[in-house]
């Protein structure tokens, strides 16, 4: 069904001086809409007042706010504007993903072959193939190594073959910062991948580092899984300066270096690998090795398997819709790539980027989101060429209303205030006593100069709002705050009744104290292991 957005129109304008967060006074000129509610035309004002803040001086910013039930549009300022849009991109592709590969979709990762049994001795190739599981953990590879042991293999006279060609080999999103490399956040995307924690940080290990008992001792370095894939170059000391763990370019050593104090808490740091096919093929082969299972041959990547290769164990992954919590609570990058090559797989037989992204704008312009005034070149948003307007994120909130999966999309969204990380997510420590608190969902979204919020709030009246906020080219380091306002004006107002909630800074959780760079450039959850 479709539900345009209503043009604003421009009614009065008079100057207004109103007070700062910091005690100063600012002259404005503002205008009021004459929407679709004209009951609610003071919303018009309350939001033409916050975006008028200071922090967004030279910036550009879109907004929309409707009406969910009607589609009848309260407010839109600059709705067509395409902005980078950050992580909101991920409201696109996980919408498309329940609606073109199902609720129920679940990723599979086999074990095959097409030797013949001697006794105990396999003669042939062991085939290890995965479809893009980006949930697989090392005990799931563990358990795969036991159905081959339990089957009553004990040697493999052929190789150890990894079957990753379900995907492509393109590893990294168009125009990816190339300072990201060694971040979890920007792993590398494969067919074949495991993850080091239930966050499922697909393509990444765990470091950890505890200092040594006195100043000058090295310190202890950990990886998590364990494995030889990757190689730790252990230049720090204990003492003081500040630690740096990364990885070097094209290669899988990751180097320590600095140093840490003696009686400090152990760091943590999440570290992408390079060609995770290989990282996750060398902690199968590990846990085979383990359950008593001798592969005589070398291991080759990249290979298909046979088509009338013989199963002898398979992982089924959680069902797509129970995915969908750490992927959007925690704003999951490679979640989002992972479904949308294999969206592109499932329609057309590629899994690419481009037979993904093309599946998905065909989605959505079905779904009465005008496709042609947006330009998304990944699934998460990472990249910086990705532009939406917020009218089309409006377009899509009211139109998913009416799918059957709806209610699981729409718990998959952050709540704000809750303090659960897999119920609050990103929001987690955001807009908490006020009316939005538990009330309001979104999805936020963060990069450098680039920050969005768009979902779902109840205001004062019990009637359901949808809103989206994208805001870009500030120079300020975080505009959360604005957007907060925004979401607490709409909760609290009601027929005849706006009024501008002044924007606060964003609360920090892990110190209780105000932050006003709580954004940095990307999204909360992805700094480990602080949790926002």
């Known amino acids: 069904m479709s539900r345009p957005l209503n043009r604003r129109v ?79 991109t991920k409201l696109f592709t996980s919408a498309a993903a329940m609606g073109l590969l199902g609720p129920d979709h679940r990723f599979r990762t086999d074990v095959l072959t097409d030797g013949a049994r001697r006794g105990h001795t396999l003669r042939g190739d062991l ?5 893009g599981d ?92 364990p494995n030889a894939y990757v190689r730790i170059d252990n230049r720090a000391t204990t003492g003081s300066g500040g630690l740096t763990i990364e990885r070097q370019h094209g290669s899988n050593t990751i180097t320590v270096s600095g140093a840490l104090p003696a009686g400090a808490a152990t760091a943590k740091e999440w570290v992408s690998v390079w060609a995770p096919t290989g990282y996750a093929t060398s902690v199968f082969a590990d846990a085979l090795e383990r359950h008593g299972v001798r592969v005589a041959g070398p291991t080759r990547l990249g290979r298909a398997a046979p088509a009338d290769a013989r199963t002898l164990a398979s992982h089924r992954s959680m069902p797509l819709k129970d995915l969908l919590i750490p992927f959007m609570k925690l704003s999951n990058n490679i979640h989002a790539e992972a479904l949308t090559k294999a969206i592109g797989y499932e329609t057309a037989g590629r899994g690419t980027w481009d037979a993904g992204l093309a599946a998905i704008a065909d989605w959505l312009k079905k779904q009465d989101v005008d496709t042609g005034a947006v330009r998304q070149v990944d699934g998460s948003g990472l990249s910086r060429m990705d532009n939406i307007a917020a009218g089309r994120l409006t377009e899509l909130l009211l139109s998913v209303r009416d799918e059957p999966w709806y209610a699981d999309w729409y718990a998959s969204l952050p709540v704000a205030c809750a303090p659960d990380r897999f119920v609050g997510g ?9 009316p939005a608190a538990g ?79 709580a954004d940095a450039g990307r999204e909360c959850s992805w700094s480990k292991p602080h949790r926002c």
């Open 426 to 434: 990103t929001l987690r420590s955001r807009m908490c006593s006020t």
């Open 134 to 225: 980006p949930t697989m953990l090392a005990g799931d590879y563990d358990r795969l190594a036991k159905g081959v042991a339990d089957a009553g293999i004990t040697k493999v006279s052929g190789r150890l073959i990894a079957d990753d060609t379900r995907f492509d080999a393109q590893r990294v999103g168009r125009s990816w910062a190339a300072d990201d490399e060694s971040s979890y956040y920007a792993a590398q995307i494969s067919a074949l991948t495991l993850a080091p924690d239930t966050d499922y940080d697909a393509g990444s290990v765990i470091v950890e580092v505890t200092p040594g008992a006195a100043a000058g001792d090295r310190p202890k370095v950990t990886v998590t899984p």
């Open 439 to 517: 009330n309001a969902r979104g999805k936020t979204g963060s990069l450098t100069g680039a920050s969005a919020l768009s979902g779902y709030v109840t205001d004062a009246d019990g009637r359901e709002l949808v809103y989206s906020v994208v805001l870009n080219n500030y120079l300020a380091p975080s505009v959360k705050n604005l957007e907060d306002a925004i979401v607490v004006t709409l909760a609290t107002s009601g027929a005849g009744h706006a009024e501008a909630v002044r924007p606060r800074a964003v609360r920090d959780d892990a110190t209780g104290a105000t932050a006003a760079t």
């Open 127 to 131: 085939y290890l193939r995965g479809t």
């Open 10 to 88: 421009s009614g009065w304008i008079w100057p207004l001086v109103i007070p700062l967060v910091t005690g100063l006074a600012f002259t404005l000129t503002w205008s009021s809409p004459a929407g679709a509610d004209a009951s609610r035309a003071g919303i018009g004002d309350a939001i033409d007042t916050i975006l008028a803040d200071p922090l967004l001086k030279g910036g550009a910013a879109g907004v929309v706010v409707a009406d969910a039930d009607s589609g009848a549009v309260l407010y839109r300022h600059r709705p067509d504007d395409r902005l980078m849009p950050a992580s909101n």
